[in-house]
């Protein structure tokens, strides 16, 4: 009888247990205000009261009411605006226990998510020691890695954590995404409060497995390559973080939609614009709307002249416009990266070790697009005009007079000629080196001899897989040392 007793105390003692969803732990971060961060777990008991504390800060109230999901009750409180960064005491209690989280900070919290290249850890950039004991120094810094999960349901909540929420530790640093790491530490002395780095990525995946049935509908259909299939990544490695308020995402993935780059024209805004409408809806409207959103543009591969299918990427990275934030992708950034190839890279050439150029790239693009920072150049050179000289022979590219230029080669510039058209380059018509013969402070002028008798309808800049060595492409800015981005143009001049 007693043994009896005793097992149905502790089933019942199983039962009825106040939880914190898995990825609220001591050491983590919590969104700042003017967002309000929000707190959200399980409980047995339906109509149960929960109070939310964060010491010195006030209290929050809550019910627990039935998962729609599941069994087990839920509750979810939305904290006091907090922009103190900390460290706090956060408890919540009710008739089945109390809980406690010890050193919670407020600071912005950012989600990394992506392919291989986001993947790629701390261990491997170059300079990895020397980076890692640099990286330990940023104890506000918190980060927190899941594992990869596959789920053709969408999941609540996280199913397994790769490293809990804590301050950098060799161990945990040294397998933690290097962009998003480095992200965090090289912005951090801008903003000078905790920062929350969220490492959500699996390599080799394609932009289909980390979009909503949502995003899927709003373009064509395709085949899929990668782990699994439409939207299982989606499901269970970024769905579970909705009710959590983020400030921002970073992106790094491509390499395997770059057989189909039409298809990520479409399929790119549209996940962007459905992550942002999901995060805003799920934190209750504290996650912006428009939250910000960086992006890696694809480095170079393998050592070749062959143009390849990464240009045609690149440009539908950016929704066909070259450069970003625009009309289709607003309160967007995007680290260009055309001219960091490491083609004796351990990890492969497609895995470049350079991750620190494309981090401090990418915190330029934040502090201007995500901060609002004023005076703060985060784009490369980009055309503004380009016009048909036919006394000279030649095509006038300006950049525009804000924009002032460096050119280290005469090469990269290749012009399109066709003999049916004065007006539009086809795709049977022949693209030719278009060598640069002038240049000043904003613009050069690039030769159409190659043409011949045929006309100049087109221009294109850099467009090949891997166009240029080490920070060696031809066209930088001379105030930033940023690289021009790829483009083209192919309609007459």
Known sequence: MKQLLFLLLNLSSTLAVLKFASYYADHMVLQRGPQRAIVWGHAATIGDEVTVTVSGKGEVKVNVVRDPNGNEG?????????????????????????LTLTDVMFGDVWVCSGQSNMVFTMGKVINSSAEIAETL??????????????????????????????????????????????????????????????????????????????????????????????????????????????????WYQGEANAGNPDLYECRFPAMINDWREKFHASSEQETDIQFPFGFVQLAP???????????????????????????????????????????????????????????SRLVLGARAV??????VKFQGPLPQTVSLNNVNNVLNVNYGDDSPIKVLGNNGFEVCCSSSSTTECADSDEWVAAPITDQDTNSVSVSVAGCESKSPVGLRYEWRTSPCDLKDCAIYGSDTDLPAPPYIKTRGF
């Open 137 to 250: 120094k940023f104890k506000t810094i918190r980060i927190l890695q899941t594992s990869q999960v596959e789920s053709t349901t969408p999941l609540e909540d996280i199913q397994r954590i790769a490293t809990q929420w804590t301050e950098p530790t060799d161990a945990t640093v040294s397998s933690f995404s290097a962009v998003c790491m480095l992200f965090g530490e090289y912005l951090f002395p801008n903003r000078n409060y905790p920062l929350g780095l969220i490492d959500s990525a699996w390599g080799g995946t394609p932009i289909e497995a980390w979009s909503s049935p949502d995003a899927i509908a709003k373009c064509p259909t395709s085949n899929i390559r990668g782990p699994g299939e439409k939207s299982v990544l989606w499901n269970a490695m970024i769905n579970p973080f909705l009710d959590m308020t983020i400030f921002g995402a970073l």
């Open 370 to 375: 995500a901060y609002g920072e004023e005076g």
């Open 74 to 98: 839920l509750w979810k409180a939305k904290l006091p605006a907090i922009t103190d960064p900390g460290p706090f005491t956060l408890t919540a209690s009710s008739s089945e226990g109390d």
């Open 301 to 359: 591969n393998a050592k070749s002249t062959d143009v390849g299918t990464f240009p045609a990427l690149r440009w539908s990275q950016t929704a066909d416009v070259g450069f970003v934030p625009n009309e289709k992708m607003p309160k967007t950034f995007m680290a260009v990266a055309i001219d960091l190839p490491d083609y004796d890279s351990p990890f492969g050439s497609i895995h470049p070790r350079y991750k620190q150029d494309v981090a």
